[in-house]
């Protein structure tokens, strides 16, 4: 008897994307991203919502035509409740609803932040439990503390901007348009990190903070307009500034816990500087470090299909009254 099917949807952001599971093995997901807000400088909340209505039933359409499956294969249906932008969020948890009650199926309700770290177990090699989990992307930056995939307690997080924000600011600042964090990276590979000075912010406990950075960018930009003429330099710097506070944290947090498997999931997770800085940290301490594909590290819906695989494990469905947040209560 072939596993009931899991259709999982992702639009909490400015990706739309749907993955089908059966049981634990991933069958396919695809991702569409929204280009528009490239021309703004940033993502525009009520562009994304439309483009999610229209982009979602034409996914669907190819992801069952590719896969060779119908509607009524599908068991269970998965999608983002929050955190994220709420206008995105209910257009596909909506659709989710609506595919729910159509095929008298169960929902379940997925943490955007919790499915980015379930991300790890879409394809081995898995981290061991327990874990310690860097979490960074463009609207979240913090450092979770997994004991089994659904018990994990925020140990650190940003006190203001998020680490992918401070990078696509500062590409903005640097004229580099949309999103920046990949810019930035490519960029910085033939910089001098040590060429401009900038501050490291060093918080209490494990917590970050980004906007000293930034402001920091901003003056230099003001009193030294010529170090545009100098990106590669610029961005380099500015790329070690950002990076270098998240290593920190995750050292001295690994020491606390006594961890040795380390995550490092979200879109900055695709950042080759960061890849380089986590790897040599796992050489000194003796570290395994695990990074998600690139393809599971930016906003998908392999991912949240896998945290709802666990969450259906434990019987962890979601009454169909719930309605999406934009941001993780603060305990
Ligand atoms: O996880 P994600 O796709 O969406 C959120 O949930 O935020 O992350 C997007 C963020 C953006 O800020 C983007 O600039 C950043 O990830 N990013 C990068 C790189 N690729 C994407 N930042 C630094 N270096 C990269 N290579
Ligand atoms: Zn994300």
Redesign the pocket.
């Known amino acids: 008897m072939p596993h009931p099917l899991l259709l999982a949807i992702e639009t909490?952001?400015d990706d739309s994307a749907v993955a089908l599971y059966e049981g634990d093995r991933l069958v396919q997901h695809l991702t569409s991203s929204q280009t528009i807000h490239a021309h703004y400088g940033g993502v525009i909340p009520e562009f994304a919502a439309r483009q999610h209505l229209e982009a979602l039933p034409i996914l669907l359409r190819h992801l069952l035509s590719e896969t060779g499956r119908a509607l009524a294969d599908i068991g269970a249906v998965a999608a983002t409740i929050g955190p994220g932008l709420v206008g995105s969020l209910a257009v596909g948890l909506s659709y989710a609803k609506g595919i729910a009650v159509g095929r008298r199926i169960p929902l379940v309700g997925v943490d955007?932040l919790h499915a980015?770290v379930m991300a790890h177990f879409i394809e081995p090699p898995y981290p061991d439990f327990p874990f310690l989990n860097l979490l960074v992307?463009?609207?979240h930056t913090q450092l979770m503390l997994f004991r089994s995939p659904l018990d994990y307690r925020i140990i650190g997080r940003t006190r203001d901007d998020a680490v992918?924000?401070a990078?696509?600011k500062a590409a903005v600042m640097m004229q580099l348009g949309y999103?920046?964090?990949?810019a930035?990276?490519r960029l910085a590979r033939t910089g001098n990190p040590h060429a401009f000075r900038f501050p490291i912010a060093r918080m209490p406990g494990f917590d970050f903070s980004y906007s000293g950075l930034k402001t920091a960018l901003k003056y230099l930009l003001r009193d030294h307009p010529d170090a545009l003429d100098r990106p590669a330099d610029l961005a380099a710097s500015f790329q070690e500034a950002a990076l270098r506070p998240l290593i920190q944290n995750l050292e001295r947090a690994a020491r606390q816990h006594r961890i040795r498997h380390i995550g490092i999931a979200?879109?900055?997770a695709?950042?080759?500087r960061l890849r380089q800085m986590a790897e040599t940290a796992a050489r000194q301490h003796g570290w395994r470090i695990f990074f998600p594909a690139i393809e599971y590290?930016?906003?998908n819906a392999a991912m949240v299909g896998r945290a709802a695989r666990f969450l259906l494990e434990a019987g962890r469905t979601t009454d169909l009254s719930v309605t999406p947040y934009s941001r993780t209560p603060q305990v």
Do not use: K, L
């Not at 999103?179 to 990949?182: I, M, N, R």
């Open positions: 909490s952001c955007h980015h992307s463009g609207g992918g924000e990078f696509d999103p920046g964090g990949p930035i990276d979200g879109g900055v695709a950042n080759s590290c930016t906003d």
